[in-house]
């Protein structure tokens, strides 16, 4: 197969990307010197993905809340048994994700890729359900369920989608419901894996201790071809305004959660990067740990060191995030809003370069480590963006960029604030 080497001139920094004749992107990022690797083989399937056809079909098909995590959860069952139990042999330790847009499979180890590989990519595209092991997998997934409901921080989360969100399937958990995966069945989760699972709908990303000759070499050994599918997501219009502006629930919790949330307008590739790096100064520049902000909360008591913010993207959604613990979590919304006042013309040109060199330094940062360089080539993939694109972005970025984004995106008529109260 034809490799791409993708450079980043500034840093040397470079990957290998390739088409595998059977439709699979492989990423590979050999890190010399590194004794590790890190692989993930993902498909572009989450909790999200709930009405869909193939393009050779007229019908949408809906499928219940939670089939993406329960499929993820079925795929290490096979006739023979456990699919841990394969890397178990080697010493290498295998786990597996779920998220609103995508499902993916890894492992981390520190010799033996060629056979670990082998495992990875084997199971995954070795499907075996039957009816008797999706009832009991609904019993246990079931009491999975139950014990997020109970948990403070997953609620308050799942609260707030709630309250942000009116239509889109991002407010159901990913796990879904226990109604809603009682009617999960075998053939319900092959038709998902037969539509998802296509290696033209999928990525693998490895990191670390590796060549591509010997990635290669896997390669030609385990991939099964199979026909292209190409599947069809059919759109939730999801309004601008929010559902509800305060969402309260009682828990077992010493100090109140909180979580407020701020509803953007999604956009796709390259334009939503850019997007998030802008935003990601934003947030840096007002509310970050060296911004006023934080020091005259964190004195007055209002919030402490748990507080934190984040940017939610993902298909169709979109919105900027901030969590933490407090006595008075409404005061904390109050003054966050109020804290925009304090920059009628937007943020200095001081703290815009700060927040570029910071963003900067986290992304560089991060190649350090082999597990967050085969997640961010993933990401990037599924993203439907390079790599380095968001190093080559953010030199891009104006101060003027980012101010005339400031009243856009931290708008009081979009903003729910999500509370745990002690029982």
Request: aromatic residues 12%.
């Amino acid at each position: 197969m034809d490799w791409n080497q993708i450079r980043e001139e500034k840093t040397g920094l470079c990957y290998y990307q390739g088409k595998h004749p059977s439709g699979l992107t492989v990423l590979l990022f050999p890190m010399e010197g590194y004794a590790s690797n890190y692989a993930l083989f993902g498909t572009n399937l989450g909790s999200v993905d709930q009405t869909f056809k193939r393009d050779t079909e007229t019908e949408y098909t809906t499928v219940p809340h939670g089939v993406a995590h329960f499929l993820e959860h079925k795929m290490f069952e096979k006739e023979y048994g456990d699919a841990f139990s394969l890397f178990s042999r080697t010493g290498a330790s295998a786990n597996a994700y779920t998220s609103f847009d995508r499902t993916c499979y890894l492992f981390s180890a520190t010799d033996k890729l060629e056979e670990n590989l082998g495992y990875l990519l084997d199971f995954v595209q070795e499907p075996y359900f039957t009816p008797q092991t999706v009832e009991k997998e609904q019993g246990i997934i079931g009491q999975e369920i139950k014990m997020y409901d109970d948990d403070p921080g997953w609620r308050v989360y799942f609260n707030l989608l709630g309250a942000l969100y009116q239509k889109h399937p991002v407010r159901i958990d990913i796990a879904g419901t226990v109604e809603s995966i009682s009617h999960i069945t075998s053939d319900l989760l092959y038709q998902c894996y037969y539509n998802f699972y296509n290696l033209n709908n999928m990525v693998l990303s490895v990191a670390g201790n590796l060549t591509v000759p010997q990635v290669e070499q896997v390669l030609q050994q385990h991939i099964k071809p199979v026909a292209p599918v190409t599947v069809e997501r059919k759109t939730v219009e999801e309004p601008e305004e929010i559902a509800a502006p305060l969402v309260r629930q009682t828990l077992s919790v010493a100090i109140p959660l909180f979580q407020i949330g701020f509803k953007g307008r999604p956009l796709e590739g390259e334009a939503e990067l850019r997007q998030e790096l802008v935003d990601e100064i934003l947030l840096e520049a007002i509310y970050g740990e060296t911004s006023p902000f934080y020091r005259r909360l964190y004195q007055q008591g209002l919030i402490n060191q748990n507080f934190e913010s984040e940017i939610f993207a993902g298909r169709g959604y979109y919105a900027l995030l901030f969590a933490g613990e407090s006595r008075q979590p409404q005061e904390v919304q109050k003054q966050l809003l109020a804290e925009l006042d304090r920059y009628p013309q937007g943020i200095s040109e001081e703290a815009f370069r700060r927040g570029k060199r910071l963003i900067y330094g986290r992304q560089i940062q991060g190649f350090n480590s082999v597990e967050n360089t085969a997640s961010a080539m993933i990401n990037a993939a599924f993203s439907d963006v390079g790599l380095f694109d968001s190093i080559q972005l953010l030199e891009q970025l104006t101060l003027e960029e980012v101010n005339a984004r400031l009243p856009e995106i931290f708008r009081p008529d979009r903003c729910a604030l999500s509370i745990i109260d002690p029982a």
